[in-house]
């Protein structure tokens, strides 16, 4: 056990008492858990094989304080710059992962959406939530997931009943705000999608301030059977900012999921998804696009479990890297003996603008299923010379032309995003981060 | 128009043309024959501005200035235009875009303002009659998934839209049918005009049925070996390219048998 793991366990003594809920038996334990896996696992390093292009010693070499709430921390004000136009979500607003309910927008919920603060769940209704708390996520987790376990307690709680179906859009916005003293924030947030319910949940990460901090941020889904959900995250961290996330995810039958990942912000970032194909036929659908210049490390980590016969899962990953960015994208997929008839199909495309850019792309499928169909195709190239040679020749200035590539070799991910303020913000992000500010129409 | 003098071109240090020599003037149709490999595509690349193709000596004067310093896009933007032997796909971009891009950027350097986003549709779908493309063609990734037809049609619509001063066809003929061949002849005679010129390259004789030269050349070797007035293309047409590449007929008999 290295310094900072001793110095997360100290921490730990000191806080828990004010974790929410640590007079329930369960959660305390589940913390406990987490704190003891953390000093047995330790930190991931290259050496495993699921963090191999990815080092983590920038953010395991600091001591980060966990985040408490705030007590005059940000106004409305503050937070509203951060709204999508157009949006019109119901939107929950997390302070360095503590619930702020004066900055929440929850007028006009719907009934059979219930929205609040994981907390308050704990300390008023602990039994509701512990058939699904922790459930998702594997028991044999690395550091940083365990990290989270153990000092749970804020984040948000979702629970859309059987056959809701949803008008607006569910937003998670986890702001940032810290002044330079190295804070981690631990956002833990629950989903649980009702049978035959439909939905769309947004899961977003900005900063208010410019300070180094850590996010390890744990998701978890669970899709009822027959259940719509479409998952957006848009992590926007500040450029300083280490990231840290995982999305756990658990599909009943026939419930169909969609996600769209989205990496822009953080300078060291790791995102991962893990799917657990539950039942017979299921829909899984893993989108991702991914944004990185300057020295950003963006990993993109997804773990699909085929556990049943006859489900459906496709994976579209698209990364477009700049001066010195560097990306990862490993997606595991494992067919189990059971699962005759998966369908899986993995495609990750990365165009790199830069000499110094560089991606690593590894697809893992096994198998142990014999009637199955599962495909996988990685690439990783430049802007096609013939096509920007093209465009020239048709008047189009050389930045121009490389722009117009660029934003096209994008849109079959931006295509994909339905939510129209989402995709203008995605627009937005790649013209100023990679078109050199240049407004572009659309050239699709 | 187009003056080429003594142009010699080399591609990875193998030389290509070897001194060409010619001029166009405004109003005149020139064809450029010749056999594969005898470097009608590298004159056409060149003049283009493709990258790769190094000038070791000659020049190139387009109304009076030197062609060869010129970007790609700023030929485009004075008015020259290349049809493309091998249009390229550009998946994402569709093509309304693109003809927008292209007639804008033009205009800019003009020193006009953009084109109206209702005009220009106007314009497009007038010109896209012209070709006899359906209007789902606009909206398509830019000769993604056409066939051999289509994208040469696409190559005529976008010179419809730019209406170039020179305009460059590299054997726009190939891989169109008979149909096809009339359709696109007859827009590029449409666009004929005291005040533009064309080079037209081709390997066959036929495009020039319909696209009549007021010259032709015959290159060989990366030469001009003969010019001629039409009448030069149908004595091709009928002794087809051996005498040229076996050098003048009358010197070299056939051996048969």
């Not at chain 2, 470097?39 to 070791?56: D, I, Q």
């Not at chain 2, 009448?231 to 056939?254: K, N, R």
Request: with cysteine; net charge negative; charged share 25%.
């Amino acid at each position: 056990m290295n310094q900072v793991t001793e110095a997360y366990v100290t921490a730990h003594q000191n806080l828990a008492q004010n974790l929410a809920g640590q007079s329930v038996a369960w959660v305390r334990q589940m913390r406990e858990q987490g704190l003891s896996r953390l000093q047995t696992a330790g930190f991931p390093t290259t050496r495993d094989e699921a963090w191999k292009y990815t080092n983590v010693r920038p953010i395991t070499k600091h001591r980060f304080t966990p985040a408490t709430p705030q007590r005059d921390g940000l106004s409305l004000d503050d937070t509203r710059r951060f709204a999508l136009p157009g949006l019109n979500s119901h939107r929950l607003v997390f302070v360095n992962g503590h619930f702020s309910q004066a900055l929440c927008d929850l007028s006009g919920l719907p009934e059979g959406l219930f929205v609040g603060s994981l907390a308050s769940a704990l300390e008023r209704d602990a039994a509701a939530v512990e058939p699904y708390l922790g459930r998702c996520a594997p028991e044999n987790s690395h550091g940083f997931d365990a990290l989270n376990s153990a000092f749970l307690t804020d984040g948000a709680y979702i629970r859309i009943d059987s056959d809701c179906v949803l008008e607006r859009p569910v937003e998670i916005l986890c702001v940032s705000s810290s002044d330079g003293e190295d804070l981690m924030n631990l956002p833990r947030n629950l989903i649980i999608a009702g049978a035959g319910s439909q939905s769309i949940i947004i899961e977003r990460y900005v900063a208010a301030g410019g300070a180094r901090y850590l996010t390890n941020s744990m998701t978890e889904l669970f899709c009822a059977a027959d259940s719509t959900v479409e998952h957006y995250k848009l992590q926007q961290e500040d450029i300083n900012a280490f990231h840290v996330g995982g999305l756990y995810l658990r599909q009943e039958r026939s419930s169909r999921f969609t996600s769209h990942n989205i990496a822009i912000g953080g300078s060291l970032v790791r995102n991962a998804l893990y799917a657990d194909l539950a039942d017979e036929g299921v829909e899984c659908n893993l989108n991702g696009l991914y944004l990185g210049t300057g020295r950003q490390h963006l990993d993109n980590y997804t773990h699909i479990d085929h556990s049943k016969p006859n489900c459906t899962s496709r994976e579209f990953y698209k990364g477009i890297l700049d001066g010195r960015a560097r990306a990862v994208f490993h997606g595991r997929i494992v067919v189990h003996a059971d699962a005759q008839h998966t369908d899986a199909q993995q495609e990750n495309k990365n165009l790199l603008l830069s000499r110094d850019a560089e991606v690593d792309t590894k697809p893992q499928l096994e198998i142990y299923a014999d009637d199955v169909k599962c495909a996988h195709g990685a690439t990783v190239g430049q802007l096609d010379a013939d096509a920007m040679f093209y465009l020239r020749s048709r008047g189009v200035e050389e930045n121009a032309a490389r722009s117009i590539l660029t934003y096209a070799f994008a849109n079959d991910v931006l295509e994909r995003v339905s939510v129209a303020p989402i995709r203008v913000e995605l627009e937005k992000k790649l013209t100023s981060r990679l078109l050199d500010g240049r407004h572009l129409e659309n050239p699709s | 128009m187009l003056r080429i003098s003594n142009l010699q071109v080399s591609v990875n240090d193998k030389p290509i043309l070897n001194g060409i020599d010619m001029e166009v003037k405004a109003g005149e149709v020139h064809a450029i024959m010749g056999p594969n490999g005898s470097g009608k595509s590298t004159l056409a690349n060149v003049l283009a501005g493709r990258e790769g193709y190094v000038v070791t000596a000659g020049e190139v004067l387009y109304r009076g200035n030197n062609l060869l310093e010129l970007e790609p896009e700023q030929r485009a933007r004075e008015g020259i235009f290349m049809a493309f032997q091998y249009p390229v796909e550009i998946p994402g971009v569709s093509n309304i875009y693109l003809l927008k891009a292209a007639l804008n950027a033009a205009r800019r350097h003009q020193g006009l303002e953009e084109i109206d986003a209702v005009d220009f549709l106007t314009l497009v779908k007038q010109k896209l009659k012209l070709v006899q493309m359906k209007d789902d063609f606009l909206y398509r990734s830019v000769n993604e998934g056409f066939s051999g037809g289509e994208k040469k049609r696409n190559e005529i619509l976008q010179m419809l839209v730019l209406e170039p001063r020179l305009a460059v066809l590299d054997e726009t003929d190939s891989g169109l049918d008979i149909d096809a061949l009339k359709i696109v002849a007859d827009v590029v005679n449409t666009l004929r005009s005291p005040e533009r010129a064309m080079v037209v390259v081709t390997h066959y004789q036929r495009l020039l049925d319909y696209i009549v030269p007021d010259q032709v050349h015959v290159l060989a070797n990366g030469r001009i070996v003969k010019s001629g007035d039409k009448s030069l293309a149908l004595e091709l047409e009928s002794q087809g390219y051996s005498w040229i590449e076996q050098g003048p007929s009358e010197s070299t008999p056939m051996i048969t048998g």
